[in-house]
């Protein structure tokens, strides 16, 4: 074709000549795209991989891992990869929303219209501000992260007392328990030098965290021994040289027999227990407890054999590095027991003697940012009084580290303070995030005014009555500093790679806003001009020393600081002595447990629900946040009842047959898939599916939810069960299966 | 007026009616005198009067967070749907060798309204046939499955009406 350019802004002709054309297009002097690459990070998983991106005229074509990141080194894992399909999701929230159907409900429409954000900001500050003055600070509820430092000085200064957020069903109980048996953070481990990995359903590789996965593979390489304890063989299972098909919710008997074995033959790091923990101080008392819990005692619990509990012991606390992780959702969150167990599980790695240590759980070697509230002190926040619509308060240790609790928030908006609630804000969370999620339905019809932010329209987005698009990760700025592989200090550039899609903001930007709106003088600088995230960037880096400011830190992309590992001599606990504690005298004064002692799981088998129940997130998802991911939705686009051929064959179940799963409170209707990697006595069904219909294109109506299963709780079942880390038990259910 | 007149005339005014929820914002035509674009001139009229349940409309067809049904940009029509697609990049292609881009930036270029805008421009102000029908080929056939969506989805007659004008449009060009 012979194209001769032309320019249609300098012709007139003809009738177009009437209309605006010049209102919706401009002068380009462009000839052809333009392909450039980017470097930001990710932040669909924690460790926030560094991330190149490639893009045409500046749309996403390909991302792809850097060499020299301490996290991804030089790989992204498949979520990583899709997430350019997040951005271009024609799902995607692009304006501001608001309601005009009053009725709430998957079944109604909800009558959007588009607003502008002025609207929006103005009509959520009246709301709050209303709801505020007439029923007190108490009657709003945040469903968020602490998020943002502007995100979390406006809730400060509103005296937000509830603030709830899904640690709870993560790693909040090895938060609690790190903080008081060793000072450090939880999930620092150094695989690549360790000997011996111990893993109690400990699943990281399955789970595609590139981070963890590569140190398995690095400590295999390296002749390492890595054991394992599921009631599944996954990936994890795959990459370790032993498997043990332990019964689900026992894994804390086990552990308890190992610290027996461990201190009665005296096969612990003496050096390291003697100078560094409170082990002389509590000799006796430790010695007496433990004796209680032999390996045969573990064997009646656990399905695994005394005699293997014998040799493993043995081996970890002679095999020198050893080292056994607990991390977020798997085995933190599981049942009424994973706070002994992370307990348990944290007394096994001092007796190894690996606390900050090669080989073992270390403290990261970070680089310290400043906060907004550092940089530009706030005035004094107004008192948060009033009651925690949770019921938190009666849990002290999760009270403390301010984390928590999806798991007892239905029930204390339904029971323990019906009504309180008027107005309530989600950023990001969703319906399916919550242990049983028709009562958190339930608990959100009782709301009057709701907000709700996110990517894509979400279950929650369709309760709500202002709807707030949001940024991605890939349209922000940020300062990531590594704390996953961290013997020494690096930080990332998270930079945009693209410019906000449609109308969408970060929640920064909504913070902002709205505390310019409630609490202005929160938002000022002295010099009595609006704070300014930009300005923040560029103070955090100047002051931490990446650059003269955040441009200058981006464009470097990366910052190392290499310096030899001195491992710690103190350690930073609560209490004050700067020693690991294996016993907790302080959890005594707190109504809690100095030892971790032995509890079953909640819900045993019974003739009524033989069967355990066990849930996972598939290494291809991140929770419940994409499975609307074109990709990742195409790579897996549903669950099913995963069952062992031996149970389909007994209760006559074959391939892809639906079956019913029932348990205490609920059913579902799912297709069967038979797998071994199941025990025998155990149903299993996918976390994230069984999005409501209509909301979501491709994710909505696939599958079914596997919290209908799983009972909620109050705080009250949590205390009588000694659950005092409040783990939100979302797999603690037994269930009943039967060919439809 | 020409047929080019006409063709730029009613390509704009279809274009603007994608883009714009308000109808207020639209100029109807003072010189149809029947068919589907007279129906249509008739409907902006009726709807400028009540716009707010046309605004209503609008979100729920085209940009609702509960599932808009008939997506307005041409890459959510792929065999797999994607904002910023392949039609994204040709039809910014087609822009500038115009001189021109979408005056906002973080918005897909393959846009219904902007397509139809931008055929118009050059209906009235390219003399090569053979450049028109490349374009409509590449960017406005795929409508006829956006126009029998909203055939089936709208609730309010301005949008059936656009609907109808749209499709004859298109039958026009074919």
């Known amino acids: 074709m012979n194209i001769t350019r032309r320019n249609l802004f300098q012709m007139t002709g003809g009738a177009a000549g009437l209309i605006s054309f010049d209102q919706f297009f401009r002068p380009s002097a462009a000839q052809a795209a333009t392909i450039r690459t980017l470097q930001t990070a990710c932040a669909i998983c924690s460790p926030n991989c560094a991330i190149e991106a490639t893009l045409k005229d500046g749309v996403v074509q390909f991302l792809k891992g850097i060499d020299g990141d301490l996290h991804g080194e030089g790989h992204l894992c498949g979520k990583g990869t899709a997430g350019a399909e997040f951005l271009y999701d024609p799902d995607r929230l692009k304006y501001p929303m608001k309601r005009t159907n009053p009725r709430k409900g998957f079944d109604e429409d909800p009558g959007w219209v588009r607003i502008s954000w002025q609207e929006a900001l103005d009509t959520i500050a009246e709301r709050f501000k209303f709801y505020i003055e007439n029923h007190g600070r108490d009657s709003l509820l945040f469903c968020t992260l602490a998020g943002h430092d502007f995100w979390q000085r406006f809730m400060n200064a509103v005296g937000a007392i509830n603030r709830i957020d899904h640690i709870d069903v993560c790693f909040l109980t090895d938060n609690i328990i790190q903080r008081y048996t060793t000072g450090g953070k939880q999930w620092t481990n150094d695989f690549d030098n360790s000997k011996y990995i111990l893993l109690f359903g400990w699943d990281q590789v399955a789970k595609n965290k590139i981070v963890y996965a590569n140190g398995i593979v690095k400590a295999r390489a390296n002749g390492a021994k890595v054991v394992r304890f599921a009631p599944t063989y996954t990936a994890t299972s795959k990459m370790s040289t032993e498997f043990h098909n332990i019964r689900p919710g026992s894994d804390l008997a086990v552990a308890l027999a190992m610290i027996n074995v461990i201190i009665s033959e005296n096969l612990y790091d003496r050096d390291f227990v003697e100078q560094y923990t409170n082990f002389p101080q509590y000799e006796t008392e430790i010695r007496t407890h433990f004796a209680q819990y032999t390996p045969e005692w573990a064997e009646g619990l656990s399905d695994v054999p005394a005699a293997v509990t014998w040799r493993i012991a043995r081996e970890f606390a002679t095999t020198r590095p050893a080292i056994a992780p607990a991390h977020k959702k798997t085995l933190c969150a599981n049942y009424m027991n994973s706070t002994q167990l992370v307990h348990a599980i944290s007394i096994l790695n001092i007796l190894a003697g690996t606390i900050d240590r090669p080989g073992g759980r270390y403290f990261a070697r970070g680089i310290p940012l400043a906060g907004a509230d550092a940089i530009w002190p706030p005035p004094p926040n107004p008192q948060k009084v009033g009651r925690r619509v949770d019921g938190r308060n009666l849990l002290p240790l999760a009270e403390e580290v301010d984390q928590g609790m999806f798991s007892t928030l239905a029930d204390g908006m339904l029971r323990r303070h019906p009504g309180l609630i008027k107005a309530a804000f989600f950023n990001n969370y969703t319906l399916l995030g919550f242990p049983f999620p028709l009562h958190m339905e339930d608990a959100m019809r009782t709301v009057e005014f709701t907000v709700a932010m996110d990517f894509i329209p979400t279950d929650t987005t369709s309760m709500a009555d202002i709807v707030l698009p949001s940024t991605l990760y890939l349209e922000g700025s940020g300062i990531v500093v590594r704390n996953y592989r961290a013997t020494s200090p690096q930080a990332v550039a998270r930079q945009p790679v693209t410019a906000p899609m449609f109308e969408t903001r970060s929640i920064a930007y909504v913070g902002l806003e709205l505390g310019k709106r409630l609490a202005p003088d929160h938002f000022k600088k002295p010099d009595g001009s609006w704070l300014n995230a930009n300005e923040l960037l560029d103070e955090q880096a100047r002051r931490a020393g990446l650059g003269e400011n955040f441009a200058e830190f981006r464009d470097k992309g990366r910052v190392d600081r290499p310096a030899p590992f001195v491992p710690r001599t103190t350690f930073p606990t609560v209490g004050g002595t700067n020693k690991c504690q294996i016993l907790v005298p302080q959890f005594a004064q707190k109504g809690a447990e100095p030892l971790p002692k032995w509890h079953p799981k909640r819900d045993q088998p019974s003739a009524e629900y033989p069967y355990y129940y066990l849930t996972f997130i598939p290494g291809i998802h991140k929770r419940n946040t994409t499975q609307n991911n074109a990709f990742l939705n195409e790579i897996m686009p549903t669950n099913a009842a995963i069952i062992n051929p031996a149970l389909a064959q007994k209760l006559g179940i074959s391939e892809g047959q639906m079956v019913r799963v029932r348990s205490r409170v609920g059913q579902v209707e799912v297709p069967a898939h038979l797998s071994q990697t199941v025990r025998p006595d155990c149903v299993q069904i996918a976390h994230g599916f069984g999005h409501r219909s209509r909301l979501l294109t491709k994710a909505g109506l696939k599958g079914v939810r596997d919290g209908d299963l799983v009972p909620d709780a109050s705080v009250e079942d949590f205390i009588a069960a000694g659950n005092y880390g409040g783990s939100s038990c979302i797999m603690d259910a037994v269930v009943n299966i039967e060919p439809l | ?174």
Request: overall charge negative.
């Open chain 2, 1 to 174: 007026m020409t047929d080019r007149d006409l063709l730029a005339q009613q390509s704009a005014l279809l274009g603007q009616a994608f883009l714009s929820s308000d109808p207020r914002r639209l100029s109807p035509p003072e010189d149809a005198a029947e068919g589907p674009f007279a129906a249509f001139r008739d409907e902006i009229l009726l709807a400028q009067g009540v716009p707010e349940a046309a605004e209503l409309e609008y979100t729920r067809l085209f940009i609702s967070p509960a599932g808009a049904p008939c997506s307005p940009w041409q890459s959510a029509y792929a065999p797999e749907p994607r904002l910023m697609g392949p039609a994204h990049h040709s039809a910014l292609e087609w822009y500038r060798r115009y001189g021109a881009e979408p005056a906002v930036e973080n918005e897909p270029a393959d846009h219904a309204g902007l397509l139809l805008l931008f055929f118009a421009q050059l209906a009235a102000n390219e003399a090569d046939d053979q450049e028109l029908r490349a374009f409509a080929a590449s960017h406005l056939i795929w409508m006829t499955e956006l126009v029998s969506r909203m055939k089936t989805e709208a609730r309010h007659p301005l949008y059936l009406s656009l609907a109808r004008a749209t499709e004859h449009l298109l039958a026009s060009l074919a």
